[in-house]
């Protein structure tokens, strides 16, 4: 993917923000993405009590991540390109039981992805 002015940020998404609904309801647009994954990373679950996510996402449990050690552990996902505008909307959907931290993708990418705070 190349970067460009309008898309300037990566984002992966392992979970809810590769729903259409959830989409459509914190950019205002369908994304289009790409298959990737996280190494070293492993998926469990997380309840979600936010009112304004619920609505969004449909769901009282959504996937969350951390760091493993475990061999060959990785999470897969999909790796979008995003406006400023649109990570700042990703910030505000996200509960505080994650963090934005930049990790490197099995493609070689670099993204912003949302993993345990």
């Known amino acids: 993917m190349e970067r460009s002015t309008e898309y300037p940020v990566l984002l992966f998404s392992y979970g809810?923000?590769?729903d259409k609904a959830v989409q459509l309801a914190n950019f205002g647009r369908e994304l289009v993405g790409q298959h990737?994954?996280?190494?070293?990373?492993?998926?469990s679950w997380v309840e979600?009590?936010?009112?304004?996510?619920?609505?969004?996402?449909?769901?009282?449990?959504?996937?969350?991540?951390?760091?493993?050690?475990?061999p060959g552990a990785?999470?897969?996902g999909s790796v979008f390109q995003i406006t400023d505008a649109e990570l700042a909307a990703a910030d505000a959907y996200e509960v505080s039981d994650y963090k934005r931290?930049?990790?490197?993708?099995?493609?070689?990418?670099?993204?912003?992805?949302?993993?345990?705070?």
């Open 16 to 18: 809810t923000l590769q």
């Open 36 to 43: 990737d994954a996280m190494l070293g990373y492993s998926k």
């Open 48 to 70: 979600i009590t936010d009112p304004q996510v619920l609505a969004s996402s449909g769901k009282t449990h959504h996937p969350i991540v951390a760091p493993t050690t475990e």
């Open 74 to 76: 990785k999470v897969e």
């Open 101 to 117: 931290v930049a990790v490197s993708l099995s493609s070689g990418l670099t993204a912003w992805v949302y993993v345990q705070a």
